[in-house]
């Protein structure tokens, strides 16, 4: 008996934190994408800014500071791709997110709609069971009741010690 409770008590314990171990889980999966995503930019953007940094570096002259002017413009302008590139990646991963949010409030809270309804059916049953075995005893005991009182006026060896 106290195995079965002792599993049901698990069994539900269970049920009852397995949203959070999945909402936990998703929120970390996302960070982790997120951390990495920023990551890699950011080593891109580096990467951009030291290339930068080694050009000027070489300019040694007007027609050099002339072609690496026109550098900067054009790596401006990939800078700026970029930087939209990663804006909208980040929005893509954003929505994705929440979508699977979404997802898994949905299902716990099915989960828990479908377990209240079992759990109302079975206090149900058990309400009813019940209520038939407190009939079945009342029934029993009447019975009983009604056979000892006929067995005590039958009986006139019990009606003679009374009237003694």
């Known amino acids: 008996m106290q195995d079965k409770m002792f599993d049901a008590f698990s069994s539900q314990t269970r049920q009852m934190f397995e949203p959070m171990r999945k909402m936990n889980s998703l929120m970390l999966d996302n960070m982790e994408k997120l951390t990495h995503y920023q990551l890699d930019a950011m080593q891109r953007y580096s990467q951009m ?3 930068r940094l080694r050009k000027a570096t070489d300019v040694s002259d ?3 500071l002339k072609n690496f002017g026109a ?3 054009e790596m401006m302008k990939e800078l700026s791709e970029q930087m939209q590139e990663d804006a909208r990646a980040m929005s893509e991963m954003s929505l994705q997110f929440k979508s699977e ?3 898994l409030f949905s299902d716990a809270g099915r989960q828990m709609s479908e377990q209240a309804t079992a759990a109302g059916q079975q206090m149900r049953e058990q309400a009813s069971n019940a209520g038939q075995q407190m009939r079945d005893q009342a ?3 009447g019975e009983q009741m009604r056979e000892q009182a006929g067995g005590a006026k039958s009986d006139p060896s019990s009606q003679s010690t009374r009237k003694k």
């Open 101 to 103: 949010m979404e997802k």
């Open 139 to 141: 029934n029993a005991a």
């Open 71 to 73: 550098k900067q413009a």
């Open 49 to 51: 800014g030291t290339d």
């Open 62 to 64: 007007a027609e050099s």
